[in-house]
């Protein structure tokens, strides 16, 4: 959701009725694509539990095999039922929703926007065999731009959907141990040395958070996210064509001088996440404007109830940038140059196509302590004194929403963490409510 630009406070209001949170994970079901705007039953893709959990539970079933045949009715659904389902346009392939199959919680539906803000015109070239609407062929907002034909065999290939992505750079993020401290974000190169951010590699983003630690506390003000990008290069640089620091350098002789490397850092973009408890789910990003004097706000609204979004076990959220809605989400993917399928935290837009991976998250210091639970261990060698995270890039962003995925996987990070804790706190709770019933 886009307001309007303002530098009073914003308040995420109460969420508008949407026909796609219907969708459930059990089969495909009719419905009418917001994009395309076509009537007809989804094409559904069904992530599984990974083979060791499977083989973990299916030794748990097992073993409660000689207890009860009621015992296994019960657990066996429980084991055999697909972790989530995507729903998907089958004429446009846009993912219409993800609906989980856990219980309690855990079991919600992720749906896309229905409002025709959301969506563009088509081009008139874009897939010209498809009969058009009175109203015209919308899709949905992308940085990706309008996506190409997909067969409903690819729909259906929810492990292996990005196995001809090819990485175009990595990243990395560089924090140490403490709360409310300075991100880092520098190019991770062979040629710094190989250890994420030595040598001479340079600081792209800079990501500074104030508050975060105190959100859970009671009366605590809002917490805030800023991501700082580096300037662009001086224009006797561009002359020379060198390109943007996100791809690769095709002309080593035209190495930008000392003076050039002194960039000066702007604001990309600044996160807000709430204290109070209605709120405290939601976040607004804010975006300067051209003169500087306004901002516009790009409400990301999550009500109490689905607070399992940021359940440390399976990270899921959908947020609107400036180019159009993405969605972060622990996944199994495989990529054209991974040897197995793997799970980690993927960014894809409203057609799945794949933008960015993060392989772990302890390199988030600034916002979650390197021993919480979802955190995970780095691949590469580790820096003395200093937490590591790699993100991947698979489509060319530019600078600016480069920043506002930066600044969206802290805001993530910030959540899962006061979600994990919430979790965490209830569940003792209810312990020691047991035990003293006993």
């Known amino acids: 959701m886009v307001m309007a630009p303002a530098r009073t406070p914003v308040v995420p209001r109460e969420e508008a009725p949407n026909p796609l949170r219907q969708l459930r994970p059990k089969s495909a079901q009719f419905v009418t694509c917001p994009g395309c705007r076509h009537g007809g039953t989804t094409v559904i893709a069904k992530e599984w539990l990974s083979r060791r959990t499977y083989v973990a539970c299916m030794a748990v079933v097992a073993v409660l095999t000689p207890i009860t045949a009621g015992t296994i009715l019960f657990v066996l659904p429980l084991v055999l039922h697909p972790q989530a389902v995507t729903h998907s346009c089958r004429r446009c392939g846009l993912r219409l929703a993800i609906a989980t199959g856990a219980e309690g919680e855990l079991r919600y539906t992720v749906p896309m926007d229905v409002d025709d803000e959301h969506f563009i015109p088509a081009p008139d070239d874009w897939r010209p065999h498809l009969a058009r609407l009175p109203g015209g062929m919308r899709v949905a907002r992308s940085p990706l731009g309008a996506p ?158 689905y607070r399992a979004f940021f359940w440390a076990g399976k990270p899921i959220w959908r947020w609107h940038s400036s180019q159009g809605a993405l969605l972060w989400m622990s996944r199994r993917y495989r990529d054209a140059e991974m040897a197995a399928i793997d799970t980690r935290l993927c960014l894809i837009d409203d057609y799945d196509r794949l933008l960015a991976v993060v392989d772990g998250w302890d390199g988030l210091s600034l916002l979650c302590a390197a021993d919480d639970a979802f955190t995970q261990n780095t691949q590469r060698p580790s820096i003395p004194g200093v937490k590591s995270s790699t993100i991947t890039l698979y489509a060319d962003l530019d600078a600016q929403l480069l920043g506002e995925v930066l600044g969206s996987l802290c805001v993530l990070a910030v959540q899962v963490r006061r979600v994990t804790a919430e979790f965490k706190k209830e569940n003792e709770e209810r312990q020691r409510n047991t035990r003293q019933i006993k």
């Open 148 to 305: 190409p034909e997909i067969s409903e065999r690819e729909m259906k290939a929810c492990d292996t959907r990005f196995v001809k992505s090819r990485p175009l750079r990595r990243l990395r993020l560089l924090a140490d141990d403490t709360m409310d401290h300075v991100v880092r974000c520098l190019l991770d190169d062979d040629k710094n040395g190989g250890d994420g951010g030595g040598g001479d590699a340079e600081v792209l983003y800079e990501i500074h958070a104030s508050g975060v630690r105190a959100l859970n506390s009671p009366d605590a003000p809002d917490a805030h996210i800023k991501v700082q990008m580096r300037s662009p290069p001086a224009e006797d640089v561009v002359a020379v064509g060198l390109p943007p620091y996100t791809k690769e350098t095709t002309d080593a002789t035209h190495e930008p001088s000392a003076s050039s490397r002194a960039h000066v850092f702007t604001q990309a973009c600044r996160y807000q996440l709430f204290a109070s408890e209605k709120r405290k789910y939601s976040s607004v990003m804010f975006l300067s404007d051209a003169s500087g004097h306004g901002e516009t706000a790009y409400i990301n609204r999550v009500h109490a109830r």
